[in-house]
T-cell receptor, first 113, second 113 residues
Framework: NAGVTQTPKFQVLKTGQSMTLQCAQD?????MSWYRQDPGMGLRLIHY???????DQGEVPNGYNVSRSTTEDFPLRLLSAAPSQTSVYFC????????????FGPGTRLTVT | AQTVTQSQPEMSVQEAETVTLSCTYD???????LFWYKQPPSRQMILVIR??????QNATENRFSVNFQKAAKSFSLKISDSQLGDAAMYFC??????????FGAGTTVTVRA
């Protein structure tokens, strides 16, 4: 199993550009999440999904869109990038609805200039 | 989102010694899960240990153990016989009924040779 994969690993955008961060998992996990990590703030939940076709907002959803058309994929879209979205982004998946023990991808470092 | 507090931004420990990381959380739920994640310089998030709130017994994984005090809403991590490979940022995390994982701000652990 490849586990949770994320592409790209690094990205630089200009303000106003849009892009999609890709996330895929091959563990047949129903639950997937996106987090952003900023210095001194830990990880904050952006959006999550409890299964194909179902998504919901987390703590910091503004400026981001998600969709879940398949169990494997959970892309995160930045609609119009802003410098405040400079961060490290992590995708995670979970097999256990009760414990929500999550497996993380390697992260994407995004810089918006 | 639930509040998770890690009051120690940095901790330093001598190799082979023991270090304890503090974590407190705020919740009104009776059943939940707590986690400690490790993030080495590679950026990968690695699950260290998990604790189920309804279990009285403290979780242990090799050199890592927790002191779970439910009434005090405290969940500390003890690293025994510290090794150079333990140097990393450690995050405490909480999940309850809403499937949202909340993280503390993290504690950076430095291991002195």
């Amino acid at each position: 199993n490849a586990g949770v994969t994320q592409t790209p690993k690094f990205q630089v955008l200009k303000t106003g550009q849009s892009m999609t961060l890709q996330c895929a998992q091959d563990m047949n996990h129903e639950y997937m999440s996106w987090y952003r990590q900023d210095p001194g703030m830990g990880l904050r939940l952006i959006h999550y999904s409890v299964g194909a076709g179902i998504t919901d907002q987390g703590e910091v959803p503004n400026g981001y869109n998600v969709s879940r058309s398949t169990t494997e994929d959970f892309p995160l879209r930045l609609l119009s990038a802003a410098p405040s979205q400079t961060s490290v982004y992590f995708c995670a998946s979970s097999f256990d609805r009760v414990s929500n023990e999550q497996y993380f991808g390697p992260g994407t470092r995004l810089t918006v200039t | 989102a639930q509040t998770v507090t890690q009051s120690q931004p940095e901790m330093s420990v001598q190799e082979a010694e023991t270090v304890t990381l503090s974590c407190t959380y705020d919740t009104s739920e009776s059943d939940y899960y707590l986690f400690w994640y490790k993030q080495p310089p590679s950026r990968q998030m690695i699950l260290v240990i998990r604790q189920e709130a309804y279990k009285q017994q403290n979780a242990t994984e090799n050199r890592f153990s927790v002191n779970f005090q439910k009434a005090a809403k405290s969940f500390s991590l003890k690293i025994s016989d510290s090794q150079l490979g333990d140097a990393a940022m450690y995050f405490c995390a909480y999940t309850g009924y809403d499937y949202k994982l909340s993280f503390g701000a993290g504690t950076t652990v430095t291991v002195r040779a």
